[in-house]
């Protein structure tokens, strides 16, 4: 197949962009793929979608990508990403961070974005490291692991992405790792169709700082241990809970239905211009009401 | 006309109503709440959107957010709140995308004195983001200005794809006076540019004959890439000198090359004056009413009122230090805005006339230093 008749091809500033900056090997370019493949079988006109980042090696992805793209600060895309989605209800708004973007510095902004469960799905690509500035400890960080913060490992626990996305309100969470690519593809669509807030944690490696660091070899050996370490939901009910514990369990792991913020928000809109007429009211301005 | 009394910072919700602000968020602070409930109640009846974020930084994001996709947008906060801004605020000078930012100031360091005027914030509003970057900040006396002066910010900030930073007094936010209303249609509003050529060939960062590129919303066709990196005409990140110079020079260039048009201030009584008060905010009003009293002794007293702090008016400042002899400059800080003065006409000059203990500057205080002058 020729470049051009790849699929990918017609989401990518192929122009421009590329070589991207990332390391080769590593597992950002694949959900790049799994993304760019959920959107094309959805069907999504490319007008229509905006890809929202915050700063690291995940937050460079959307200025490869040929959407409405907006890269913003450190911790801050989902706070971005909302007032975007209140501007133009009609945007598809993808909002990719890395583990450290989205629940150290951005973790208000997370779960006040789950919370309110306004439409926007989340993609946290989860390297447990700070990948960018060479491989510092992150929030989901293991314990016991070298970083170079904890040169004589990690004393603090980790968090569970999607079990806090869950207890903080998100409609839609789940999860797979750059293993399983097709897989992925097939959650991060489920997550863009969700109306609400949808979380897909998409667990990758940094074999540059932290492999590196932990002699965990190769990126293809990084790799490997996400295939050999995790199970699919089904698989892992029938584990015990010991066991269970030590694994990356993948699949959807929570979906409901509840009405999204700005379904509701349209609810004030409405109950406000009820009190009075807008054209009315712009006339009478300041001096002529109340 | 209808007259109403009216409070400092519902005027600055009007104005923004009445500017087309139809996105506000924000996060509640003395002694700007006011803003925020009032916007809360009114600009859902427009179909506009009011939301009430988790912080400060996420309140500057989300405004900058909507301005990218379409809507005016501005939030409001206080002295703690604003050093949370400071980030942001760089990020929408880099991005060149407007938005509006109100600080009705409080007493500061930290928690300070919620009550209390001040003019503290000064220096920081200029300065409180890292790197250089061009911003404008305008700066009322009065409930009507701070109407008038909110319209201005939007109309600047859409005009020239800029945050713009309006710097109310605690007395003026929420000091109730005479307002009267003038009819919203007559009121002068400018929306940013947009663009009719083909997707392909817009460039969101390109040069233009104002040195403001266009700026179609998201959503409209246009797609294109918006970072706080230093970018090329595309939106790209770029590290290449050759492209990183012409930007800092363009967006600088966008607002000097502008300055009539966006320095605001008024002059009165300067053409024979031996001193000049130089005020600003509610110092202003003193300062009046000490020029007033002076006169009627016969002392040649003039004043400048600034209600563009930033740009700073320098070629007024220095033809109106040709006319006098000393300037005066009370300022509810230590001396912030005096270091401007004084660098352009000398520390000799300049007489400081400061207190930052919460404390309003009387009259009185202003007349002594001029007995000085
Ligand atoms: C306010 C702020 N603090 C710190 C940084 C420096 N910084 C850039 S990326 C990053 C961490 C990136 O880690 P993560 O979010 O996990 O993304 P990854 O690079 O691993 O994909 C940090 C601390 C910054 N850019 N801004
Ligand atoms: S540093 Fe790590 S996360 Fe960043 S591009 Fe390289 S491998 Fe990927
Ligand atoms: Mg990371």
Redesign the interface.
């Known amino acids: 197949m020729a470049r051009s008749e790849h699929t990918a091809y017609a989401y990518l500033r192929t122009t421009k962009k590329f070589p991207n900056i990332w390391c080769a090997g590593c597992g950002i370019g694949i959900v790049m793929g799994a993304l760019i493949r959920a959107i094309d079988r959805i069907g999504l006109d490319k007008d229509d979608v905006a890809l929202v980042s915050g700063i690291g090696c995940s937050g460079r992805m959307p200025v490869y990508m040929d959407f409405n793209t907006l890269h913003t600060t450190h911790g801050r895309a989902l706070a971005f990403a909302t007032g975007l989605k209140l501007a133009q209800p009609k945007l598809h708004v993808i909002v990719v961070m890395g583990d450290g973007d989205a629940l150290a510095i951005g973790g208000n902004h997370f779960i006040h974005a789950a919370r309110r469960n306004i439409d926007l799905t989340a993609i946290v690509i989860n390297n447990s490291i700070y990948g960018m500035t060479g491989g510092q400890y992150s929030p989901t960080t293991p314990l016991e692991s070298r970083t170079a913060t904890a040169p004589y490992g990690h004393v603090e626990p980790p968090f569970p992405i999607c079990e806090l996305s869950i207890a903080a309100g998100a409609t839609f969470v789940a999860r797979s790792t750059v293993y399983h690519a097709i897989e992925l593809d097939k959650l991060i669509e489920k997550a863009i169709r969700k109306v609400g807030f949808s979380v897909v944690e998409a667990v990758s490696y940094c074999h540059t700082t932290y492999g590196r660091m932990n002699k965990l070899g190769s990126s293809v050996d990084m790799m490997r241990m996400l295939k050999d370490h995790s199970v699919t939901l089904a698989a892992a009910e029938k584990l015990m809970p010991e066991e269970r514990a030590m694994k990356i369990v993948r699949g959807v792991l929570h979906d409901v239905e509840k009405p999204d913020y700005i379904t509701l928000y349209q609810q004030v809109i409405e109950r406000a211009k009820a009190t009075i007429d807008g054209k009315e009211f712009l006339r009478a301005g300041p001096g002529g009401l109340e | ?4 009394l ?1 409070q400092g910072n ?2 600055v919700g ?1 104005g923004a ?2 500017a087309g602000c139809r ?1 506000y ?1 924000g996060y509640p602070i003395t002694p700007s709440t006011e803003i925020a409930e009032m916007l809360s ?1 009114e ?5 506009g ?1 009011f ?1 009430q ?3 400060e ?3 500057l ?11 005016k ?1 501005m939030t409001a906060t206080s002295g703690p709140g604003f050093s949370l801004m400071q ?2 605020i760089g ?1 929408a000078a880099m991005a060149e995308v407007p938005c509006v930012i109100v600080d009705v100031q409080r007493l500061g360091p930290s928690t300070g004195q919620p009550t209390s005027p001040s003019q503290g914030d000064v220096m920081q509003a200029r300065w409180g983001t890292h790197g250089d970057h061009p911003i404008i900040v305008l700066y009322p006396t009065s409930v009507s200005e701070a ?1 008038d002066l909110t319209v201005t910010a939007f109309n600047f900030a859409e005009k020239y794809r800029t945050p713009v930073i309006l710097l109310l007094d605690e007395v003026v936010g929420h000091m109730r006076e005479r ?7 007559e009121i002068q509003v400018i929306d940013r540019m947009g663009t009719d050529v083909p997707p392909e060939w817009y460039k969101p960062f390109g040069d233009t004959i104002s040195d403001v590129p266009p700026m179609p ?5 246009y ?7 230093y970018h090329d005409p ?1 939106g ?2 770029t590290q290449r000198l050759d492209e990183i110079n012409p930007w800092i020079e363009r967006v600088h260039r966008k607002i000097n090359n502008h300055l009539e048009d966006i320095l605001l201030y008024r002059e009165e009584n300067v053409e024979d004056a031996n001193v000049v008060i130089v005020a600003y905010g509610a110092t202003a009003r003193s300062a009046r009413h000490a020029m007033k009293l002076a006169r009627q002794h016969r002392h040649h007293v003039g004043l400048v009122t600034l209600y563009t702090i930033w740009p700073f008016p320098e070629e007024m400042i220095q033809r109106v230090a040709r006319i006098a002899r000393r300037i005066v400059v009370p300022e509810m800080n230590l001396g912030q805005l005096a270091l401007e003065v004084e660098r352009l006409v000398g520390r000799h000059k300049v007489i400081r006339v400061n207190r930052a203990d919460g404390e309003m500057i009387s009259p009185q205080m202003i007349l002594d230093a001029l007995e000085g002058a």
Do not use: N, Q
């Not at chain 2, 994001?61 to 809507?71: D, E, M, Q, R």
């Open positions: 006309m209808t007259v109403r009216m519902e005027a009007w109503i009445a996105f968020a109640r600009l859902p009846k427009l179909g959107i939301i974020m988790e912080d930084i996420a309140s994001a989300a405004c900058i957010g909507a301005s990218v996709g379409g809507l947008a980030e942001h990020y109407f307002f009267e209303s003038p009819p919203l249609e919303s998201f959503g409209s066709g797609r294109y890439h918006i970072t706080g990196l595309m790209y990140p």
